[in-house]
């Protein structure tokens, strides 16, 4: 609020005060308990984020961390992928995955990236109870578009990203960076009620998940 708007909403305030006979006090301490989570250990956080993506249609593969060539070759080879979008600082190459041609991200048009079979990216962190995956464009995740514009995301994520609730993912966010939170394949209701998926981002989205 800007300074010249600060005597409006004190007097705002004061009028609210005298009306509900209350005259300004002191709350006390707000308990903030709940930014603690629920108290769950990794393999129940695992398990509950599996759940939830599970619910929403949303496949997990669980691999060691020296498993990932292996688990995005397999799931490639289950999409029938050939051209793959990566991002910078993904960290993959095309080494093991015969038949498949990684685009790197240069700035693709959207028609380009809308022709590619799908995109793999990295996360900065999950929330179990939501079932969220969170993106900010750091290494390996990529700008906005790479994410929503291609029909098909395949996602790698690590446990030591999950987290219980969403106060504890916004603890570790920095708010400076844009933000793209995923609630499973991108879905509407909002015609006739009938359930459309695709159209505001992927149909199809799937996570790897590292042990590691």
């Known amino acids: 609020m800007a ?32 930014r603690a989570g629920a108290g769950l250990g990794a393999e129940a956080l695992i398990g509950l984020l599996t759940a939830r993506l599970n619910d929403y249609g949303t496949a997990v593969r669980r691999c060691p961390d020296g ?33 498949v041609t990684l685009l790197a991200d240069e700035a693709l048009a959207p028609d380009a990236l809308d022709a590619a079979d799908g995109v793999i990216t990295t996360a900065a962190l999950a929330i179990a109870e939501t079932g969220t995956i969170i993106l900010d464009s750091g290494p390996g995740q990529g700008r906005r578009a790479v994410s929503l514009v291609p029909d098909y995301h395949l996602c790698i994520l690590r446990a ?22 995923i609630s499973g394949p991108s879905a509407t209701s909002d015609i006739e009620l009938d359930r459309v998926q695709g159209v505001h981002g992927p149909r199809t989205l799937e996570v790897i998940l590292l042990d590691g």
């Not at 993912?169 to 960076?177: F, I, M, T, V």
């Open 160 to 181: 030591s990203q999950i987290v219980a609730i969403v106060p504890e993912a916004l603890g570790r966010l920095d708010p400076r960076r844009p933000c793209t939170w």
């Open 67 to 99: 498993g990932v060539a292996d688990a995005v070759r397999a799931a490639l080879a289950e999409r029938g992928a050939r051209r793959v979008v990566v991002p910078p600082g993904l960290g993959l190459d095309g080494t093991g995955l015969k038949g």
């Open 3 to 34: 300074p010249r708007d600060e005597p409006a909403r004190a007097e705002v305030l004061a009028r609210i005060r005298t009306a509900l006979g209350t005259g300004a006090r002191d709350t006390g301490e707000i308990p903030r308990a709940y």
